[in-house]
């Protein structure tokens, strides 16, 4: 209770908010070039600059909580929720990875579907970490996010099963595959940020 009454330190709030505005910028350029290889190596590029930056406000983050007497609220809940959200950005930068390495053939089925769901859920992760310090209209978001997953399991699933329906190319069936389990990987990395943030929110109503 007497914690409380003690100052909040809002940085925390600030550098959350920039860690989640930087992982939107990077799915957003995630999203252009899954659509258009032929920005790739431009972008990818671009995708992975963000990733150094979001490993950079991480580890900003994480000597704050070392430094500080006071947190907003649990160190643990702050160190949780910082690493789950930097677990997004990785996921994409290493998708943006195996595609240029992989140089795939043709346009990725359903490719473009996972990553606008993933879009759409970064959009609701910025706004939740922008109202992390009054849980102003938090709840529906966290379902919003939730139903996403599940729209993109299902997604995931119609992907795979046109892939061994339609590939003939067994490389190329190797190389798809993986990257459709990563992007679905991505969209589950966002529906636990909501998770956590749900847990922190619900800890400090």
Do not use: W
């Not at 983050?61 to 677990?87: K, S, W």
């Not at 996972?114 to 609701?124: A, C, D, F, N, W």
């Not at 795979?160 to 490389?171: C, H, R, S």
């Not at 990257?179 to 969209?187: C, S």
Request: proline share 1%; aromatic share 6%; glycine share 4%.
């Amino acid at each position: 209770m007497f914690r409380k009454f003690l100052p909040k330190n809002d940085k925390f709030f600030e550098l959350l908010n920039q860690l989640a505005g930087s992982i939107e910028e990077g799915v957003n350029l995630f999203h252009e070039v899954i659509g258009n290889f032929d920005l790739l190596a431009e972008y990818a590029s671009k995708i992975h600059i963000i990733e150094n930056k979001c490993d950079d406000l991480t580890h900003t983050i994480i000597n704050e909580l070392n430094e500080a007497f006071i947190t907003p609220f649990d160190r643990e809940d702050i160190h949780h929720l910082t690493n789950v959200l930097d677990d997004v950005i990785d996921m994409i930068d290493t998708i943006v990875t195996r595609l240029g390495i992989y140089r795939l053939k043709g346009n990725l089925p359903f490719g473009t579907q996972l990553s606008g769901i993933i879009v759409s859920q970064t959009e609701l992760i910025v706004q939740l970490v922008g109202h992390l310090n009054d849980n102003k209209n938090t709840t529906q978001k966290i379902i919003s996010i939730r139903n996403l997953e599940t729209e993109g399991d299902l997604v995931f699933k119609d992907a795979l099963t046109q892939l061994f329906e339609n590939q003939t190319d067994v490389k190329e069936l190797i190389k798809e595959k993986e990257i459709l389990e990563n992007l679905e990987k991505a969209v589950d990395r966002c529906q636990r940020v909501a998770t956590v943030m749900e847990g922190i929110i619900i800890k400090n109503a």
